[in-house]
């Protein structure tokens, strides 16, 4: 028995193009249903939902999530930097990558060891963030900038 060429495409993590715009489909809304990708993808339900399977099994789709608008003038934008005393530092990160107030994370290099981009309702709830992420385990200090704004001049 031959092997077909593009179901050996589908093993060992090996991504193709269907794969790429699966990605891209589901990275502009995550939302859509299998039967709308199948239409978009010429494929299957079925095919679809094993595609999306094994891309999330080979931790290329990490997760859904939905992205709900801000209300600017209510919320206070601020960039943390965090020194780890543990390593590896990803038993630390998983404590808090998801926590709400938590836009954006990033691994650097230097005297930090990450930069987290939060945004929180004021002050007070910046400090108590502040507070939450200094007592977990494995972080050495935290320290917090206030975004005064984003735009150039």
């Given at each position: ?74 919320t206070l934008q ?60 494995g972080v050495a ?13």
């Amino acid at each position: 028995m031959t092997e077909n060429p593009s179901e050996h495409r589908q093993t060992g993590g090996v991504r193709d193009a269907i794969d790429e715009k699966l990605v891209a489909l589901l990275s502009a809304d995550a939302r859509m249903t299998l039967t709308a990708l199948a239409r978009a993808l010429a494929l299957s339900r079925t095919a679809v939902q094993a595609r999306m399977a094994r891309l999330e099994r080979d931790r290329v789709i990490l997760g859904y999530r939905a992205v709900v608008a801000e209300r600017d003038e209510e919320t206070l934008q601020a960039v943390l930097t965090l020194t780890f005393s543990r390593r590896p530092c990803l038993p630390v990160v998983r404590t808090f990558r998801h926590w709400p107030e938590i836009r954006e994370y990033f691994s650097v290099t230097g005297p930090n060891d990450a930069v987290l981009i939060v945004r929180v309702g004021d002050a007070h709830a910046l400090s108590a963030l502040v507070d939450r992420l200094s007592a977990v385990a494995g972080v050495a200090s935290v320290q917090s900038a206030v975004v005064l704004r984003t735009e150039l001049d």
